[in-house]
Every structure is written in C-alpha cells, then in structure tokens.
C-alpha cells in the first residue's frame, strides 16, 4: 500500500509542543506514514513533551553537548540528518519555526532534493540579530521551502513582500493553540505545593518566563528589578517564576528575586503544568515568542520583555503589548493592568489573532490534497 511518508524534524521542547498534534493527527490517519526523527537540541525539555504527547521518534540524533554553540548544532545536525533522510527518502520533510535544528534540518532535506514545509511560517521582527539566531534561522528557512503554512494573514504578507509565491502559501492559524487547548483542565492539580499553596482567587498573580540570549546580562537585571519593585509596591500580588536551566538565567533570578516571600523561584515545568499555570494567572510578562500566541487564547494579557516582537498581530489585536527591557518601562506598564481594570479588560478580552485549534487539520488537509498521487491504492 503506498502512502504519504512524511518526515517530521524537531530538537526543542518549543518545536515539540507545537509539532505533537500534528505527528499525532498524521499518526492517527492511514493515509500516511509519519516519521518522527527529533535531533533533541535540548535534551530534558524536549523529552518532557514527548512524554506528554507520547510520541516515539523513530530517529533521536541526540546531538545535545554541554556547551554546544549554534555551529555545532548545525554542523551536527547536518551530518545525521543526511544519513536519515537518505535512508527514509520522505516525500515531504516538515519542519517548525526558527532554531538552528529548523534551519539545518531545512538545508539538509534540500541537498537531498526533499521539499520541505514550514510549519508557523513568515514570522518576522525585522532585525536579524532579534530574536538571535531565531530571526535568521526563520528567513533561511523561508526561502528553502517549497511550502509556507502561515499561522496569520500578516506573516502571508511579509512571505509575499520576500517574492513567495502565494500559490505556496497556506493560512492555517498557529498548532500552538491546538495543542494548548489539549491539554488545560480547570480542576488541574500540580506537583509543586508552591503553586498549590498560591491563593489565585484573591491575590492577583504574575507568571514570567524570561531566558533569551539578548537579555542575558543588563537586560535581565533590568527586568528582574522592576518585578521585584512592582511586587515591594504592591501587597496583594505574587509572581511565579519557572527559572530556565541556563546558570546565567538562575544565577540573576536568585540574586535580585531570592528574597522576596511573595516570588516563587520554582524549577522548570513541563508542557502540561505549564498551560494549566498560565490558565489560573492574571498577567504574563515573558520574553517568549510561543506565549504571546498562547496566552491570549486563554485571556491573559501579555506584557513582552523585548524590544520587538516577530508576532505583531498580537499587538495589533490588543492582547499583547511589547513594553521593552528598560526597568522603568516595565514596572509602569506592569503596575498599570494591576491597577487599572479598564486596560486589563481591554487586554484580556480581546480575539487572539492565531486560530482557533484546527491547524493541524489544514496542514493534514493540504498534504493529502497534493500528495494525492501516492494514495491510489488506499481505501
């Protein structure tokens, strides 16, 4: 029986959260043959999500090293990603959004003439050294691929502006939010007794994520001070703070926040504890490009600690608002939805821009659609 063999690509827990519906939608359908191969970039986190959505990769390159720069994941990357693909020959290689495992990857499928899909494509900051080397990585990408599944109508336009054909493009709003939605329960019980122990009916509660390379340094100070005032000024709220693995992220974050009662430094959380944890919080403050998609599906203004952000549909809908890295910036604009019910109501009820959970179901949609001459012989 012939079917479509499709070759999924991944190394991160961003790429794996946002990728597990769709292995699990080719998965469930006959019409083809899903191969997962995961070049594990990260390692702990990436198998967190694995375990969630429990996907078994048929291929782990396992490439992660201690201390490992971005040359070495490509230059990795490449070299086994070769052997795989020379061995499956895929019809199609899928790949996601912007780390070096995507562009590698991308490169990879193309000396071996494999078209390659872009899934959450077209998103652009416009400053190749923001997000670093996210930013470079997805424009890369963009011009390897044959195929563009666009989360939004603005990343179409920008694919456009970059002489994509439009016959290449497909609109299919963000997997994220196809995932998100799998996973949050209302009665959802954590682990961590330090979550429990948050009162979140009568204390209002920030979640931050804060770990990029460019606000390593000045910027992260910055940030974690400003928290750390908004919190001294005022008493009724508590902040949740799941540090990143990187020393330089806890180090900072155990420095300026350690003290405080009312900032809970807790270790990292899988996907699932996770989506429930910003489900139960008033605000998010992040420097993430992945929870300024998530976040709104679920109400919650986010407060970007960036200077840019690839995602301007957001802002332009009113859930997000990019509020920069500088200290005072960020404890003004946090203070104000704290205390200003007017703008939060604005923020937390406004359309999120990336979909509504079908993604997934496009991008299936679409493969069968122009694969359709290896199904003859499927019922």
């Known amino acids: 029986m012939n079917k479509i063999k499709v070759m999924t690509v991944f190394g991160t827990r961003p790429e794996a959260i946002k990728m597990a519906p769709l292995v699990k939608k080719l998965e469930s359908n006959n019409k083809f043959e899903s191969i997962v191969c995961v070049t594990a970039q990260h390692r702990e986190m990436l198998d967190m999500v694995l375990d969630l959505f429990n996907i078994s990769p048929k291929y782990d390159l396992n490439i992660m090293r201690h201390g490992q720069t971005i040359t070495d994941i490509t230059n990795r990357v490449l070299k086994e990603l070769e052997e795989v693909i020379g061995k499956e020959k895929p019809d199609v290689l899928l790949v996601h959004g912007d780390t070096t495992t995507t562009f590698a990857a991308s490169l990879a499928a193309f000396y071996n003439k494999v078209p390659v899909g872009h899934v959450e494509a077209g998103l652009r900051s416009g400053n190749i050294y923001s997000p670093y080397p996210e930013e470079m990585n997805r424009r890369l990408t963009g011009t390897i691929a044959s195929i563009h599944f666009a989360p939004t109508n603005g ?47 009568n204390k209002k509660v920030i979640l931050l994520t804060c770990h990029r390379r460019e606000n390593w340094g000045k910027p992260m100070e910055n940030i974690f001070r400003a928290i750390k005032r908004v919190v001294i000024d005022n008493e009724n709220v508590e902040v949740i703070f799941p540090m990143h693995l990187n020393p330089k992220v806890r180090d900072c974050a155990k420095t300026i926040m350690g003290d405080m009662n009312r900032i809970h430094l807790i270790e990292p959380l899988d996907y699932e504890p996770f989506a429930n944890l910003m489900n139960k919080v008033d605000l998010v403050l992040t420097d993430s490009g992945g929870i300024q998609e998530e976040a709104p599906s679920l109400g919650k203004p986010v407060l970007v600690l960036r200077t840019e952000t690839e995602r301007p549909e957001a802002v332009s809908a009113g859930t997000v608002k990019v509020i920069g890295i500088n200290e005072k910036d960020i404890y003004e604009a946090t203070n104000i939805l704290l205390n200003n019910e007017e703008e939060y109501f604005a923020m937390a009820h406004a359309v999120n821009p990336y979909g509504d959970g079908k993604a997934c179901d496009k991008i299936v949609d679409y493969l069968l659609k122009n694969f359709d001459e290896k199904l003859d012989n499927i019922k």
């Open 155 to 201: 990343n179409k336009e920008n694919l456009l502006n970059e002489n994509i054909s439009e016959d290449n493009i497909f609109i299919t709003g963000n997997t994220v939010i196809d995932a998100l939605l799998s996973v949050v329960n209302e009665d959802y019980k954590f682990n961590d007794e330090k979550i429990n122990n948050v009162d979140f009916k």
